[in-house]
């Protein structure tokens, strides 16, 4: 027998009038990306989830396009539930199938892991959450409390057997209200089974919301340090490039590109908090394009590296090695520089120097040294 084919849907197709904000939620940027973009990369990057499709309103395809570019997409309706049933009708002849509201953008894998095991046992699983508040009625002034005892809040994803969920919803009364599937599922006379929820599922529903999202969005990531080295010979008739910056010198370094030691080691820090191998791996020296080229486009390449992977640059550290020339006098433009390159303040960008005592080939000035320290933030795994 081969596998169960598991898709996912994504409904997008709503108006967020509650969120308010000039996009529809859904398409409001969080972080780095859309907020449906989030879900969308958790869903397709999930080894179990063969398709992704998402269901948006008439008239956001350019929005979609640019939250996720070219992606799978159908045409919703007014109501979620008209949304589900565009999504159902597009995934074809796929077994089971998890419906994910886009307004909900921090899922893991461990809950789609959670959700489809779920499967095995029951046509229909929802994650839910306790209640914690006190619960009250509250129209016009404060009424009665209700009982939380036995209440749970539902989330999404919801994942189903694709034929019990589809017949639910042909069933379903078209005049009756469902803003959830599960619903839908039990009304049709099937157990849905439930799964511990998270609270990072939280729907995007209110302006305040997007506040949360964010401070949960900067908790997820990790600090992560790396360290990066690199030399380079003095040579007569070469220009002094340090830090980006041309300082005037009797010599120059030579090798690789213009060979800036500072840039260089502090493109190894970058890619070292990525674990992205070397500058030497990006920009091999023996390669004739690098020669004499500007390192300023290495380690932009390194910080756009890091971006790509959802990271943030906290703060560089770099160490100059050398007996001449004097670094204080081009530290703050070496600062600056640098600062420039990684789209960072100047506050962020540490340049130390010490010389070697004349010992070693730095102190016999037959070269000159470098050594970088760079913070990131990068998300977990
Ligand atoms: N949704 C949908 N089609 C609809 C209505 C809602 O696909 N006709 C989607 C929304 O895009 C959202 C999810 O269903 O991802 C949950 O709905 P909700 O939070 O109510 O979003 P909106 O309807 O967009 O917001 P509001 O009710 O505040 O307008
Ligand atoms: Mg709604």
């Known amino acids: 027998m081969s596998p169960p084919r598991t898709a996912a849907i994504i409904v997008a197709a709503g108006k967020g009038e ?3 904000g000039d996009l529809p939620k859904q398409f409001a940027l969080l972080g780095d990306r859309a907020v449906v973009a989030h879900s969308y990369r958790a869903l397709s990057d999930h080894p179990a989830i063969s398709d992704v499709v998402v269901v948006i309103a008439d008239g956001q395809q350019s929005l979609l396009a640019g939250a996720l570019g070219d992606v799978p997409h159908v045409t919703g309706g007014a109501t979620r539930r008209d949304s589900v049933r565009a999504g159902l009708a597009a995934i074809g002849d796929a077994d089971r ?31 839910v959450l306790p209640v914690a508040d006190t619960l009250a009625r509250g129209v016009g002034g404060l009424g009665d409390v209700v009982d939380r005892a036995g209440l749970v809040r539902v989330q999404t994803p919801q994942a189903f057997h694709v034929a019990s969920i589809r017949a639910a919803h042909d069933a379903w009364p078209d005049d009756a209200e469902a803003t959830d599937d599960a619903q839908v599922l039990r009304a049709a006379g099937h157990d849905v089974m439930t799964v511990e929820g998270d609270p990072m599922l939280d729907k995007i ?36 490039w340090l830090g980006g910056v041309l300082i005037p010198h009797d010599r ?66 770099l160490t100059i090695i050398c007996e001449a020339p004097k670094i204080g006098p081009h530290r703050e433009a ?5 600062a420039a390159i990684l789209r960072l ?37």
């Not at 730095?362 to 933030?377: H, K, L, N, P, S």
């Open 18 to 20: 509650r969120a308010g």
């Open 97 to 127: 199938v998890l419906i994910h509201d886009a307004a909900r953008p921090f899922l893991s894998a461990t809950m789609i892991a959670r959700l489809l095991a779920a499967l095995d046992h029951a046509p229909g699983a929802v994650p």
């Open 205 to 240: 529903t209110h302006p305040a919301d997007f506040a949360a999202a964010e401070a949960r969005l900067t908790a997820r990531l990790i600090s992560r340090s790396a360290a990066g080295y690199d030399v380079h010979r003095l040579e007569a008739g070469e220009e002094l």
């Open 252 to 317: 120059g370094l030579s090798g690789h590109s213009d060979a800036d030691v500072a840039l260089h080691a502090i493109t190894d820090a970058l890619l070292g908090t990525i674990a992205a191998g070397d500058i030497g791996s990006h920009f091999p020296p023996s390669d004739p394009q690098w020669k004499g080229a500007a390192s300023d486009r290495f380690l932009a390449h390194a910080a756009a590296l890091v971006a790509e992977r959802g990271g943030i640059i906290d703060f560089i550290d």
């Open 334 to 338: 070496i600062r600056a520089r640098i």
């Open 345 to 381: 303040q100047s506050q962020q960008i540490s340049v130390k120097a010490t010389t070697t005592e004349r010992l070693g080939f730095t102190g016999r000035g037959e070269g000159i040294a470098a050594q970088a320290v760079a913070t990131v933030r990068v998300p977990g795994v």
